[in-house]
């Protein structure tokens, strides 16, 4: 995809969000809303969208106006429905903590998860991170072919957070059910009650075991996660309480784990598009780290997140109203032409490559950002170091993508690859 502009002709009113394919493919969309009304309304849901990368960073800057103190899109009896189950199960129920609070409250959480996910055990952990990639690859390579969403890029990242939570690495797949559950609310548009049930019974299964694990690491500490977050106050603060804990690991946990896979699955799918740049990353290891940058802020992982407006503000001149939910668009500000030259191309040697805002901006920065990227490099480098002539094995799902109106969860993922010599 290269074309500099891509809704030639077309407005706002010609697309819906909430179309699959559109919602799979919004790029055209989010240019015909960049270039005739940069922050609207979308007919269907009332949700207000901003698409434009400095508007994007004033609403992230200004948490007094644009608030993370919103409720999740399941509400009144449905919402009761799920709390209940947990509740009743001996669960604990939602709390804001990190990404629902703003400053100051947020600070005391922010300053906790910062002392846990440092430079330094990052840099401790990437033998461990290489090797489980290299693990991965070992198990596929042999047959020439993969699933690969299914037997690469959702593993990855599901084995490092899953070990670390004391399950083991052949128990991926429990993790990957207690991520999707914890998800499944509010990325997917309107749950059934049995969704809602279904799901709420998995997050309280997911509940239970991290309070045992919590509870022996208070009496035995590893050097894990979990141990960090228990022990992460210093002596005059403290402690997180159960509830606090049971809440940053929910956040944790689908943060850091689908959007990463997101992330890894739509850098393939960017190689599978220009085979070109397989050899040019083999040959130059310095373009590892632009390339992931350009990844990043092409195929944006978190789309949008949500914010609530605490007053009646105006912004590039649409009027929100107070309590307004409000969008905030990471994917479209990545591709807003007012910033990045060409937005619709691939490059990963553009000047700015690094300006991308798929992290965030301001106080709400991802906490997981440095775990994510050396994620992302030790994927890429291996990858492109043991396979070659990486191609679709089968044609991609139409649409590519599971609707979401957060995310962009991959469907089937197939591919097939020489060895590289």
Not at 108 to 127: A, G, H, Q, S
Not at 292 to 301: A, K, M
Not at 363 to 385: D, K, N, P, T, Y
Request: proline share 6%; aromatic share 8%.
């Amino acid at each position: 995809m290269s074309a500099e502009t891509l809704a030639a002709g077309q407005s706002p009113s010609d697309f819906s969000y909430v179309d699959p394919d559109v919602n799979s493919n919004p790029w055209a969309f989010f240019e015909s809303v960049q270039r005739e009304c940069p922050v609207y309304q979308i007919p269907e849901t009332g949700t207000f969208i901003v698409t434009k990368y400095e508007d994007l960073r004033h609403v992230l800057r200004n948490h007094e106006i644009f608030s993370s103190t919103v409720t999740a899109s399941a509400t009144g009896s449905d919402q009761d429905i799920g709390q209940k189950i947990i509740r009743e199960g001996g669960g604990w129920a939602p709390v804001s903590t990190l990404q629902r609070t703003d400053p100051p409250v947020h600070g005391r959480y922010r300053k906790l998860l910062d002392r846990v996910f440092t430079i330094k055990r990052v840099r401790e952990m990437t033998p461990y991170i290489d090797q489980v990639s290299n693990d991965l690859i070992d198990s596929w390579i042999d047959a020439g072919e993969c699933e690969f969403n299914n037997d690469f890029a959702m593993p990855m990242p599901g084995i490092i957070i899953a070990e670390q939570l004391g399950l083991g690495r052949d128990e991926v797949a429990r993790f990957k059910r207690w991520a999707d559950a914890m998800l499944g609310v509010g990325s997917s548009g309107m749950p059934t009650e049995d969704d809602i049930r279904a799901n709420a019974e998995t997050e309280l299964e997911a509940q239970l075991y991290l309070a045992e694990v919590f509870e022996d690491r208070r009496q035995n500490p590893k050097d894990d996660l979990m141990s960090a977050l228990v022990h992460a106050h210093g002596d005059d603060e403290e402690p997180l309480t159960m509830q606090e804990l049971q809440s940053l690991m929910h956040q944790l946990i689908t943060g850091g784990f689908e959007t990463t896979q997101s992330a890894i699955d739509h850098g393939m799918w960017t190689l599978v598009r220009f085979p070109e740049l397989v050899t040019r990353l083999r040959e130059n290891d310095a373009l590892i780290k632009p390339f992931i940058e350009e990844v990043l802020r092409w195929e944006s992982p978190v789309q949008f997140l949500a914010r609530r407006t605490t007053q009646d503000v105006e912004l590039s001149g649409t009027l929100i109203p107070e309590n307004s939910m409000v969008m905030v668009g990471y994917a479209p500000a990545n591709r807003d032409a007012d910033k990045f030259a060409c937005p619709h191309q691939f490059d990963m040697e553009r000047k700015n490559v690094g300006a991308h805002l798929a992290f965030g901006s301001g106080a709400h920065f991802c906490v997981g950002a440095l775990l994510a990227r050396q994620e992302m490099i030790s994927a890429f480098r291996l990858l492109v170091a043991r396979l070659d002539n990486i191609r679709l094995s089968r044609p991609l799902p139409t649409p590519v993508h599971h609707f979401s109106m957060f995310f962009q969860p991959m469907h089937d993922f197939h591919i097939a690859f020489d060895r590289a010599s």
